[in-house]
């Protein structure tokens, strides 16, 4: 069973970081890949940075420059590093990894963390 523990949120200002991390179990993040989504109040849940299987890092433009996914496989866990972070950046934050079927992805059909809290104020 695959368990995604997030962990690192908080309320900083504008312009300070955070790094959220994403503890996985019962999951080898380096065979489907995992992503990092958010959904801000009133909001539709959105991809913002993914890493594939192969170690291809993905981000939407709105975080490129600020924020950087990266993987520990040795510790089954993901970061995401964001840095100058703006008021339109509170969300709360998921990892997000694609389920198996065999040895398939089902990049239709995720298994989530229960998300963590970011705020940023000005």
């Known amino acids: 069973q695959v368990q995604l523990v997030e962990s690192g949120g908080g309320s900083v200002q504008t312009g300070g970081s955070l790094k959220l991390s994403c503890a996985a179990s019962?999951?080898?993040?380096?065979?489907?890949?995992m992503d990092w989504y958010r959904q801000a109040p009133g909001k539709d849940r959105e991809l913002i940075a993914g890493i594939g299987y192969s170690g291809t890092l993905r981000y939407i433009e709105s975080v490129k420059g600020r924020f950087t996914i990266s993987q520990d496989n040795a510790k089954n866990t993901i970061y995401l590093q964001m840095n100058n972070l703006k008021t339109e950046d509170t969300a709360v934050y998921y990892c997000a990894a694609p389920k198996h079927s065999g040895s398939s992805c089902l990049y239709d059909d995720y298994d989530w963390g229960q998300g963590t809290q970011v705020t940023v104020s000005s």
């Open positions: 019962g999951y080898i993040f380096s065979s489907c890949g």
